[in-house]
């Protein structure tokens, strides 16, 4: 028979003796004679994060599967259109060497998509499109033949107004597997309480929307990503995305939703260095990691060198997620953050000021 052992610093310490005082007293040694206090930290954005944490915060509703947990996430890579066969081309060796998830960007409006779809199998590998508008979407779908329609992976990064519900009502029984919506934060240079909020905020607004075009919120939850860049303060960027997922899983709550959450995590532009491109491999690494432990189920890579992309940057850019994925393991836990004291309390302090934002608002 087992006995409970108890946190180490409950009022009961007959299973570790050891204190907070001691605790500082040692800290200081390995210091070096400097206050155990030169530990306390503070992010970019003013978030303080302490060297230990004693509690628990309160109770926090959380969504711990943000999608069907697979047991990994897409790695998703950008592939630029210039030309759709050069960008097909790209696309496959992409695909050939790992990831399993594309996001075509530049010139989508211009392109002819069957030529740039040819032998990619998209019901297996998700394709998103950047700078989707309602006839960019309409060419999209002509180009799928009839019986592959329903299980194309399409995600569509439209934002929910009048027109792109038209589109998803016309489109949503054909193309079941397709995302229609999104709700993009856009502002990577503000807090994370304010990245959070405005994430949120899109999100409600693309329920509001729905409900306006006569669409339960269920179904534009259900066809609703939501994208956030994170960058190398990992500790605050897992709590960041934790916050999200906490503050969704709030609204679905209050909305009567069922529906799974997604969020697409990418490295952030605003944390690369153009004159020292290889530390950015680091930033890189380290902004996958707190997107795998935040609980994003797609996440995109950017490339090291800025404005670069040739062959070396973009194997360095997939590869980057794959050992983090499959060598490290990153994969295999969901929700690894979940019940550390240090954790929770980031988790809480930044869903609060969002929520607080998102109230503001009016919503």
Known sequence: MSTQVKSTFAPDTAHNSVGVEEWKVEATKALKGKEWETLEKQSSDGVAVHPLYFDCPEAFTLATKPQDFKG?????????????????KTALV???????????????????????LENIHYDLA??????????????????????????????????????????????KDKFAKTTFFVADAKCENKTRAEQVAAAIIEGIKALKAG???????????????????????NVVEIA???????????????????????????????????????????????????????GANIITTLSHEIGKEDDFSRRLARNTQIVLANESNLAR?????????GFETLTGEIAKSAWQLVQEAGL
């Open 72 to 88: 990994t996430w897409d790695i998703r890579q950008i592939v630029n259109i210039v030309d759709a066969k050069a960008a097909n």
């Open 94 to 116: 992409d695909l050939e060497n790992g990831v399993n998830s594309i996001e075509f960007t530049g010139k989508v409006g211009e392109c002819d998509f069957k030529p740039l």
């Open 126 to 171: 998700s394709i998103a499109i950047d700078g989707c508008d309602i006839e960019t979407a309409k060419s999209l779908f002509a180009a799928i033949p009839d019986a592959k329609q329903k299980d194309a992976l399409l995600v569509l990064n439209l934002k929910a107004d009048a027109a792109s519900i038209a589109l998803f009502k016309e489109f």
């Open 211 to 233: 409900e306006e075009n006569g669409l339960a919120p269920q179904e534009i939850a259900k066809s609703l990503l939501f994208k956030v860049a994170v960058n190398q303060e």
């Open 240 to 294: 960041k995305l934790r916050a999200l997922r906490n503050l969704w899983a709030k609204v679905c709550a209050k909305a009567g939703i069922d529906a799974p959450m997604s969020v697409h995590a990418y490295s952030s532009k605003a944390m690369m260095t153009e004159t020292d491109p290889y530390s950015n491999v680091l930033r890189n690494s380290v902004a996958v990691f707190a997107a795998a432990i935040g």
């Open 333 to 341: 836990v969901n929700d690894p953050a979940g019940g550390a004291y």
